[in-house]
């Protein structure tokens, strides 16, 4: 157990409210705390009150949505039974990574909510496997395509021109990774999206252009609407797998993308995936179909 100085320093301590976006390495480290915690048979009140500190700081740091020093941790993670010096620096090195600042955090005030935690995940993918049927991924989205979601979408008549370029600029930072050939993009789109004018015919051609550009590390594939029944009729989602860190998917809804981790149901959706490519024309075949789409707009 620890010291009850101990305790009282870590209560005394100022329980800051700076929420943050849970970065891949904070989401980990969390999650490993709550397990530790769990282990060692305390609840967050429990765990709290031995610490000296908040239940609602506990929660926060298990959900990455605060830091946490290294006084603080190595009283957790005492508290929880863990005492080998060098597990518990690895936990500080992963604390310590945890805090580093995403270029998106310049885009605070316009990325918010799930998009934040989405783009900080997507930022440290090695492989990103997406099905697409309401609009082209945004990976994959020239500025001007980008540009016409952010303002036909529904929220988009309450933003300003400004707070609609920084989305845009943010957008085409993301894509940043692919031209550096440190992100692989495997990405399935409805054949709908090929004439879906988002943007005016000029936009959607120009950006039936840009996926007919060859990138090695980009596979792109169409499901045609002579597909009746896939696996992706319940909506657009990314499979993201990482390179020291369990695969990732997250669902797009009208409030936001929603994160799911759980082992089962990630594997699902792996499967649906595999389900939805082979469904879908070849490669050539699919720019085949772009190609067509484009002549055509």
């Known amino acids: 157990m620890i010291s009850l100085t101990a305790a009282r320093r870590l209560g ?5 409210r700076d929420r943050r976006t849970p970065t891949l390495r904070g989401r980990q480290l969390g999650i490993d705390l709550k397990r530790l915690r769990t282990a060692a048979g305390l609840t967050a009140d429990q765990a709290a009150d031995a610490l000296g500190c908040s239940q609602g700081k506990i929660s926060r740091i298990e959900l990455a949505q605060t830091g946490v020093s290294k006084g603080d941790l190595f009283l957790m993670l005492d508290l929880y039974g863990l005492t080998d010096a060098a597990v518990k ?3 500080w090195r992963l604390a310590r990574e945890a805090r580093g600042r995403g270029w998106w955090e310049d885009y605070r005030e316009v990325i918010t909510g799930g998009l934040s935690t989405y783009i900080a995940f997507e930022a440290e993918a090695s492989e990103l496997r997406t099905w697409s049927w309401g609009t082209i991924n945004g990976l994959l989205q020239t500025d001007d395509y980008a540009r016409a979601t952010f303002t036909g979408e529904p929220a988009g008549r309450n933003r300003s021109a400004d707070e609609v370029d920084k989305l845009v600029e943010a957008r085409m ?11 692989k993009l495997w990405a399935v789109l ?3 999206l090929l004439y879906r004018p988002i943007g005016g015919r000029d936009t959607l051609k120009a950006q039936l252009d840009f996926l007919l550009k060859p990138q090695n590390n980009i596979v792109i594939q169409v499901l045609t609407q002579q597909t009746v029944w896939h696996a992706g009729l319940n909506g657009a989602f990314s499979l993201m797998t990482f390179a020291d860190h369990p ?3 997250f669902l797009e809804s009208l409030s936001g993308d929603l994160s799911v981790e759980g082992e089962r149901d990630v594997k699902g959706f792996t499967l649906a995936f ?3 490519r082979a469904a879908a024309a070849s490669v050539e075949e699919s720019r085949e179909l772009i190609a067509q789409a484009r002549d055509m707009t």
């Open 190 to 192: 409805d054949e709908s």
């Open 247 to 249: 695969p990732v998917v």
């Open 12 to 16: 005394a301590m100022v329980d800051r």
């Open 89 to 91: 620096e690895r936990y």
């Open 274 to 276: 595999d389900y939805l």
């Open 173 to 183: 930072a993301r894509q940043r990774r692919l031209d550096n050939r440190s992100l």
